[in-house]
């Protein structure tokens, strides 16, 4: 507003100043003001002809355009910096509104708790509920935190001056109904406390519920100001920047076209209407552009163009009537080379025939050593395979010797565990028999024990027989895995040996295979060198041919060159030199 006000006031004051001027000295100012402008004007002409003189004279094309690109360059990146600076305001305002809305979130929670805190004393003097009183509590509790957490955030004054007569609020309200309150409910009197809660004590709370909505609502009408600065700034930089570009734009066309109009197109039409006069044969006149930038470059190289026709217009004359004699020497030359080159195309021709041959047989050796390439290679390949196999062989034969020996330690541990089971057995047996004795002094009371201990000796008998049965069999399968452990060693050496083999076979293979790898390349070589010589003479015998019909062209040539001679003379004739 005061920005505003300050820019009507200068507005204003200005308007009134030349409306007095008008209505004073109207007509004194007018011929004051058209004399000094032309006087002055006449002044910017003389220094900026001189200036423009002297700018063309001594500075290249490359540097006034460079010139012209960068102050409309340094014009855009002042757009670009007062815009960037604009956008680093602009964030800050954001930044600052950002706080200010989560200030203002913080107050509205702090609001919410304070509600609910009313909410649960009226509930808790109303009822005396347990969980009320925790509610308002934790709702106390929960307002005062973020009362402290808000202060120490906090770094405005005025804005801590108000936030502390929130939280002495909030804690007058908290001694209210904790000290007043709280004895009454105690005691049971719960319309009293609550008469006096909504009669006494309400209306501090609205209190504190007003000074949170006044916080609120200032800190609301702040962010809104704040948006509407940062609008402004905003517009403000679209303005600035758009009048940047458009004068850095005028600007770029304007030096465009004052360095393409006159330190380009003036120069170009003097050197185009120069080499127009060199093309009409005139050597007499030089170019004059009178600037030492390319265009001034591009002039005298013009001229020295012309002083390098002069020479050599002078020196045609003089070589033109050498060529009639040269073309005569030329053509008997001619005549003897072509009879030459004659005799050495057929001697070419017998080195070609030769040539091919040699090729023929070149390809013939090379498919048999590719051919015996790839049968070394699939014998390597089956090799290779066989080794595989037999390193597989070779492990499943340690393994099965890791299973017998397993196997044998198995039946050993069983025998142990037999002869342990016969053991008992036999102890079993003395036992039914020392109990068999003690029956029979026990006599007619010993009977039924009689009974189980001839039970029990019968049981171990069969016991005894069955560990011998399986004994026997034990026995056997140790002597049938001595056996077995002797034919799988047995077969796990030869499968090691016959691994070694393979691999030795393999080695002497790949010996072969690149022997032969190496015999194919060589054979390669010399059926690739073959066919070159075949194609060299081809090319040479080519070449002769050629030879001579150049040489026979060359004859025919030189008849013409007399005639050329005298064309070239009445030629130069036509240059003005």
């Not at 030359?333 to 072509?338: A, E, I, M, Q, W």
């Not at 056997?476 to 090691?496: F, P």
């Amino acid at each position: 507003m005061g920005e505003f006000n300050l820019k009507k006031f200068f507005s204003n004051m200005f308007s009134q100043v030349i409306s007095w001027n008008t209505r004073t000295n109207k007509q004194k100012s007018i011929k004051e003001l058209v004399s000094g402008k032309l006087q002055k004007r006449n002044w910017l002409i003389r220094n900026t002809n001189f200036n423009i003189k002297e700018f063309d004279s001594k500075i290249t094309i490359a540097t006034k355009l460079y010139t012209g690109f960068f102050v409309t360059i340094l014009f855009f990146m002042s757009a670009l910096g007062f815009a960037f600076a604009k956008t680093q305001q602009i964030n800050h305002i954001n930044d600052i509104i950002q706080d200010q809305s989560e200030y203002t979130m913080e107050m509205q929670r702090i609001q919410y708790h304070v509600h609910q805190q009313l909410a649960s004393i009226k509930e808790w003097t109303l009822t005396g509920s347990e969980k009320a009183f925790n509610n308002a509590q934790e709702a106390k509790k929960a307002s005062q935190q973020l009362e402290q957490q808000l202060l120490l955030e906090t770094n405005d004054q005025a804005k801590k001056d108000k936030l502390m007569q929130i939280i002495k609020a909030d804690k007058l309200i908290s001694s209210i109904w904790e000290i007043k309150l709280g004895p009454m409910v105690r005691d049971g009197h719960y319309q009293v406390a609550y008469h006096s809660m909504v009669t006494e004590d309400q209306p501090i709370f609205e209190q504190l519920l007003g000074k949170t909505d006044k916080f609120v609502e200032i800190n609301k009408k702040m962010n809104q100001e704040l948006q509407r600065k940062a609008q402004e700034e905003s517009q403000q930089a679209v303005l600035v920047v758009a009048a940047f570009g458009f004068v850095a734009t005028i600007l770029g066309v304007a030096c465009s076209l004052l360095v393409v109009n006159r330190f380009i197109n003036r120069p170009l039409k003097e050197v185009m209407t120069g080499a127009r006069r060199i093309a009409k044969g005139d050597l007499t006149s030089q170019i004059e552009v009178g600037t030492k930038d390319e265009m001034g470059m591009l002039a005298n190289v013009f001229n020295e163009m012309v002083d390098q026709l002069n020479q050599i217009i002078s020196q045609l004359v003089k070589y033109g009537a050498d060529i009639g004699d040269e073309s005569e020497k030329l053509l008997r030359g001619s005549k003897s080379v072509s009879n030459n080159i004659n005799m050495i195309n057929e001697i070419f021709m017998e080195l070609a025939s030769s040539a091919k041959q040699e090729a023929e047989s070149a390809g013939e050796a090379l498919y048999a050593a590719v051919k015996a390439e790839h049968t070394a290679t699939k014998g390597n390949e089956a090799v290779n395979l066989a080794s595989a196999k037999m390193t597989e062989i070779n492990e499943q034969s340690k393994l099965t010797v890791e299973l017998v020996d397993n196997l044998k330690e198995q039946t050993n541990r069983i025998k142990q565990m037999l002869d342990v089971v016969n053991g008992i057995a036999k102890q079993t047996n003395l036992l039914s028999l020392n109990a068999s004795i003690e029956a029979a002094r026990a006599g007619e009371y010993g009977r039924g024990f009689a009974v189980v201990a001839n039970e029990v000796r019968q049981l171990a008998d069969d016991s005894s027989k069955s560990v011998k049965e399986i004994t026997e069999v034990i026995y056997n399968i140790q002597i049938n895995t001595d056996k077995v452990m002797e034919v799988v060693h047995s077969g796990a050496k030869q499968a090691t040996e016959g691994v070694v083999a393979i691999k030795n076979t393999g080695k002497a293979f790949d010996e072969i295979t690149e022997s032969v790898k190496i015999n194919a390349n060589m054979v390669k070589q010399i059926s690739e060198a073959t066919e070159q010589v075949s194609d060299n003479i081809d090319q040479v015998a080519a070449s002769t041919q050629h030879v001579t019909s150049n040489i026979d062209e060359v004859a025919s040539t030189s008849q013409l060159l007399d005639g050329i001679a005298e064309k070239l003379q009445r030629t130069v004739n036509n240059f003005k030199v």
